[in-house]
């Protein structure tokens, strides 16, 4: 019988960053390396993220790879038994059974790498994050370019006036901007 020191669990790694900071990217090449050494990986994104394609994680440079939709995060746990890894793009959209969700994939010695956006279009923290990103063995945090100075950008800046949360987007709708240029920004509208 297997004790509770001998049981071994899964990491848990976060991608993060503001838009257009490469996480969808990186979460690309880490999934393709997983396949390469011959593990068993599952990738899932959220079904409201059709921007680039239904089932596919997409990232800026039109790189991809197939990705489950789900709407609820505990479809994830049933649609993994047989995984090594389990890769979710776009995390920050899900609703709070998503910790619940990697709590029981690590549990199951399943390794998962996540990816989102760490901060909302007004500099807050993105919904479920901060406790995912405390529950990580590993975080990663990527930056962008501004859009503005070409510094390190690590906020995403809403060009539109739309106020709700979750707003689907890309260049045109949203800018990568350094901490001065997004203060500045929310400053002068």
Avoid: W
């Avoid at 503001?18 to 990986?41: C, H, P, R």
């Amino acid at each position: 019988m297997e004790t509770q020191e001998s049981k071994s669990f899964g990491t848990i790694e976060i991608i993060c960053g503001s838009m257009f900071s490469g996480k969808t990217k990186l979460l690309i090449k880490k999934i393709t390396e997983a396949q390469k050494n011959n593990l068993t990986v599952k990738v899932f994104k959220p079904k409201i993220d059709t921007r680039y394609a239904k089932e596919r994680i997409v990232s800026h440079d039109k790189k991809g790879v197939s990705a489950i939709p789900v709407e609820d995060p505990n479809n994830i746990i049933q649609l993994s038994q047989s995984a090594n890894l389990v890769a979710i793009d776009e995390v920050q959209f899900f609703n709070k059974e998503i910790i619940s969700t990697c709590e029981k994939l690590s549990q199951k010695n399943i390794n998962i790498i996540l990816a989102g956006l760490d901060l909302d279009y007004l500099g807050k923290p993105f919904g479920i994050m901060p406790i995912l990103m405390k529950m990580a063995n590993k975080i990663t945090k990527l930056n962008a370019v501004c859009d503005i100075c070409s510094q390190k950008a690590f906020h995403t800046y809403r060009v539109s006036k739309i106020e709700k949360k979750i707003m689907l987007g890309e260049k045109g709708e949203y800018l990568a901007l350094c901490k001065d240029c997004f203060q500045k920004k929310n400053k002068n509208g």
